[in-house]
């Protein structure tokens, strides 16, 4: 069965810093492209980071420079490391991963960023 399980979300204020986490199971996790996405009620998720099963990285511009992804193929985890914390970063985020044909989301972390 797969799982990908985020935590690390809560309220931050603003300027402030949060790291999400991702762990998977029940893929071969090195082999999948990892996605952080986030989504307000009312609007379209939005890809935030992606990165590679050979660790190239892409943000969007709202992220660019303040958010960083990475991977521990080990641990079977993705991180999203989100610095300078914006109100308009509030939302639920999701990790998501691709690979062998197949999609897979977590259930999300909510994140709140207000004084």
């Known amino acids: 069965q797969v799982q990908l399980v985020e935590s690390g979300g809560g309220l931050v204020q603003p300027g402030g810093s949060l790291t999400l986490s991702c762990a998977a199971s029940?893929?071969?996790?090195?082999?999948?492209?990892m996605r952080w996405y986030r989504e307000v009620a009312g609007k379209q998720r939005e890809l935030v980071a992606t990165?590679?099963?050979?660790?190239?990285?892409k943000y969007a511009d709202s992220v660019k420079g303040r958010f960083t992804i990475s991977r521990d193929d080990a641990k079977k985890t993705v991180y999203l490391q989100m610095t300078s914390l914006k109100p308009e970063d509030t939302a639920v985020y999701f990790c998501?991963?691709?690979?062998?044909?197949?999609?897979?989301w977590g259930q999300g972390t909510q994140v709140t960023v207000s004084s």
């Open positions: 998501n991963a691709v690979g062998s044909s197949m999609l897979y």
């Open positions: 990165i590679g099963n050979v660790y190239s990285t």
């Open positions: 029940g893929i071969t996790f090195s082999t999948y492209i």
